[in-house]
């Protein structure tokens, strides 16, 4: 028995013209959806990432399927070159932007609070990646496939020491574990997706932090663990340094306090007076 040929199969077999693909109908290639590049735009109008010799525009990335993004921005660097990437990261405008944000307001200010230093480099575990969630074949397509999420491994004080999440999550000495439960605790006030170490089984070694949009209005946030409270960061008092009266090295010719003349001090009396006895006849 003949089997019939697709009329379609014989227009692509056939040469390439107007009248042979008349009536033909091919499958589109799948779009983002319009909200992220309308996401990109806007912030890019916005200007609220900043180029700089550490925060670039790369090239269009488009595909396979609807992974990419319109603007891509490769960074090796934040807050000026401050913070830096252990490796260049692709992310969006949006992330960059929330990135130095959760920097400057969270990360910082704990650093200093815990060791009185600042944070000079975050540890990425991976940016932009075309790939499912949780990196499962058939899964969801992951925001890491539109530069809308980052990994972190860990951080690098302005020392050298570093604050591991794979080690110091649980492990580490308490003001680690304090300093990780607060950058966690301000990521969930950043970002629309937080997930760290006890969420699943995946994030036992990072946090995920990303800008998905959940729900239609994107009034939804996920933040798995629930943050923990945390005890302040302890305050070392300043020391002030005390003179005794006695002290050999006191100024003797320091004037003294504007007070020992003032009257009031002395309850108002008049009679308070510094006066000099005449000296006795010198009798010979």
Not at 71 to 100: H, I, R, Y
Not at 120 to 126: D, F, P, V
Not at 244 to 267: C, M
Request: hydrophobic share 40%.
């Amino acid at each position: 028995m003949a089997r019939r040929v697709s009329p379609c199969l014989l227009a692509l077999l056939a040469p390439l013209t107007i009248a042979a693909l008349s009536g033909c109908s091919f499958p589109a290639k799948p779009q983002r959806p319009a909200w992220r590049t309308q996401a990109e735009n806007a912030c890019l109008a916005e200007k609220l990432a900043p180029l700089s010799a550490y925060v670039q525009i790369a090239t269009e990335l488009d595909g396979p399927g609807i992974c990419g993004l319109t603007k891509p921005f490769k960074v090796t660097a934040l807050q000026g070159g401050a913070v830096a990437f252990n490796a260049t990261a692709t992310l969006d405008c949006s992330m960059v932007a929330e990135l130095e944000a959760w920097l400057a307001d969270i990360v910082q200010p704990a650093a200093q609070a815990r060791f009185g230093q600042s944070v000079a480099q975050i540890n990425s575990m991976g940016s932009y990646a075309c790939r499912g969630m949780n990196s499962q074949r058939g899964a969801r397509l992951s925001e890491h496939s539109f530069g809308n999420a980052l990994d972190i491994g860990g951080f690098v004080l302005a020392d050298g020491r570093e604050i591991s999440i794979l080690r110091d999550w649980t492990r580490g000495d308490e003001q680690s574990k304090d300093f990780l439960a607060e950058v966690h605790e301000g990521a969930c006030r950043h970002f629309s997706t937080v997930l760290s170490p006890g969420s699943n089984m995946f994030h036992y070694n990072h946090i995920h932090v990303d800008l998905a949009l959940h729900g239609r209005d994107g009034a939804r946030h996920v933040c798995e663990p629930a943050p923990r409270d945390v005890a302040p960061a302890p305050r070392e008092e300043p020391l002030v340094a005390r003179r005794s009266v006695d002290d050999d090295d006191a100024d003797a010719d320091e004037a003294p306090p504007r007070a020992a003349f003032d009257r009031e001090a002395f309850g108002g009396r008049e009679d308070f007076r510094v006066t000099t006895a005449p000296l006795p006849p010198i009798r010979r």
